[in-house]
């Protein structure tokens, strides 16, 4: 399970890396929400390493997404998911793009509410331009009526991710612009530290 090398933090980046204190940050939000994208950027300007859940758990399984679900069905992906995410917890200083139904599953709120959990909203029209241009193949939208199916696991799925301690609307402007949304957001949900003793 590699994580990408950690890179200078830039200047908003150190002094939230500072606050942040090594807590890891976990993207959460819809396949198509640009997880992968937004915490490439984000991890840089934070000086973390960034870590995509679900490469883990290909590289875990030995196999595909797909593969995976052919062969354990969704129960068994949901398991083997569980699993990288309590290895992945162990670690610090990450910003961690989780797979889209991370959120389904109580004990994997344990893990992450270690860190701090950033929901990355983006519009149903936009999930679903996006995954039309995107040729990974998605198990779950892999029926007759993707987009209604899309739009079904989006309203399940939308009251859990609304758990996460910062919900970030996208307006659809690049990875790096979501990316500053987080950094400027952060400093709501993170506790002040205190200043050096005054003389």
Known sequence: MAASSRPDPTPIGQSLRRRLEG?????????????????????????????????????????????????????????????VLNRIAGWHSLVVATGGGVVMRPANWGQMQQGVVVWLDAPTE?????????????PLLAGPEPERRLRELLEARRPLY???????????????????????????????????PRP
């Open 162 to 196: 609304s758990q996460a301690d910062l919900h970030i609307v996208q307006t659809g402007g690049p990875p790096e612009a979501v990316a500053q949304q987080v950094l400027e957001a952060l400093p709501t949900v993170l506790k002040e530290r205190p200043g050096p």
């Open 23 to 83: 807590l890891n940050l976990y993207l959460v939000g819809m396949m198509g929400a640009g997880k992968s994208a937004v915490g490439r950027p984000l991890a840089e300007a934070l000086g973390y390493r960034f870590l995509d859940a679900d490469t883990s758990l290909e590289q875990l399984a030995g196999c595909s997404i797909p593969e995976l679900f052919e062969r354990e069905q969704e129960a068994g992906f949901r398991e083997l998911e569980s699993a």
């Open 126 to 138: 936009r999930l679903l331009e996006r995954l039309r241009a995107d040729p990974t193949p998605r």
